[in-house]
C-alpha cells in the first residue's frame, strides 16, 4: 500500500476512534449560515488527501487532524459558538482570522503559521501559505478587497486599500502596494505584473 494512503487511513481512524470530542462542532456546523462554505473548504482540501472522503468524514478528519482547519473552521461558524467550543480543540493560535473579513467557500490554504488574515473581503477559491498577511494600513480600516480564484504564494503581503482582481496569482515573497487588475501573474518587491493569464486556467478550474 502507498505510504500517503495508509498515513491518512491512520489518521482517519483516529479521527473515528475520537470522534465524541468533536460532536459541539458538528453542532455548530449543523446550524451554522456557513455551512455551504465550509462544505466548499473540505472539497478544496480534500483535494489534498490520498483517500476519498464525503462531507462528514472529511469534517472530522481535518478537525481532528488539522489546527489551521480548526482555526478556520471556528472563523466561519461565527465568534459567538467560537467563543464556546474553541477552548475544547484550540486551533492553531499563529494563524489569525479577523472577525469581520468576510470569506467566500472553497478557501485552500498549506501551512499558514504565522498569517494574519485582516482583509475587507475575500472571494471564493482563496489559496494562500505561510506567512500571508493582510492588514490595514492606519487608523482608518483601510483593508484589502481580495477577488475570486487568488493565489498567494509564501510570504506575501498586501496592506492598506488595495484591491487584487479575479484569476490572480501573486508570487512568493512579493509585496502589493497597489490594486491589481484580473487576470494575471504579479510578483517582486513591490509587485508587479509580470503576464496575463487565461482565466479558464487558473487553479484549473
Not at 472563523?75 to 492553531?92: D, E, L, N, Y
Not at 473581503?121 to 492588514?135: C, E, P, V
Not at 490572480?168 to 517582486?188: E, F, R
Amino acid at each position: 500500500m502507498n505510504m500517503r494512503i495508509a498515513r491518512d487511513i491512520a489518521y482517519l481512524c483516529l479521527s473515528v476512534i475520537f470522534f465524541w470530542i468533536y460532536i459541539p462542532h458538528f453542532i455548530a456546523y449543523l446550524i451554522s449560515s456557513q455551512q455551504n462554505l465550509i462544505k466548499n473548504d473540505l472539497e478544496e482540501l480534500s483535494t489534498k488527501l490520498n483517500i476519498r472522503l464525503g462531507n462528514t468524514l472529511g469534517l472530522l478528519f481535518f478537525l481532528h487532524n488539522n489546527s489551521y482547519f480548526r482555526t478556520f473552521f471556528y472563523h466561519r461558524i461565527g465568534a459567538v459558538w467560537s467563543f464556546f467550543i474553541s477552548w475544547w480543540r484550540p486551533g492553531c493560535n499563529n494563524f489569525i482570522i479577523s472577525k469581520t473579513t468576510t470569506i467566500g467557500g472553497g478557501a485552500l490554504f498549506a501551512h499558514p503559521y504565522a498569517t494574519i488574515i485582516n482583509a475587507e473581503s475575500i472571494g471564493t477559491n482563496f489559496s494562500f501559505r505561510h506567512l500571508t498577511t493582510l492588514g490595514n494600513k492606519d487608523t482608518n480600516n483601510n483593508r484589502p478587497i481580495i477577488g475570486d480564484n487568488v493565489t498567494l504564494g509564501a510570504n506575501v503581503t498586501i496592506i492598506g486599500k488595495i484591491t487584487i482582481g479575479n484569476n490572480v496569482t501573486i508570487g512568493a515573497g512579493s509585496i502589493v502596494i497597489k490594486s491589481v487588475a484580473d487576470n494575471c501573474v504579479c510578483a517582486g518587491n513591490p509587485a508587479r505584473v509580470i503576464r496575463k493569464i487565461d482565466k479558464e486556467l487558473h487553479r484549473g478550474k
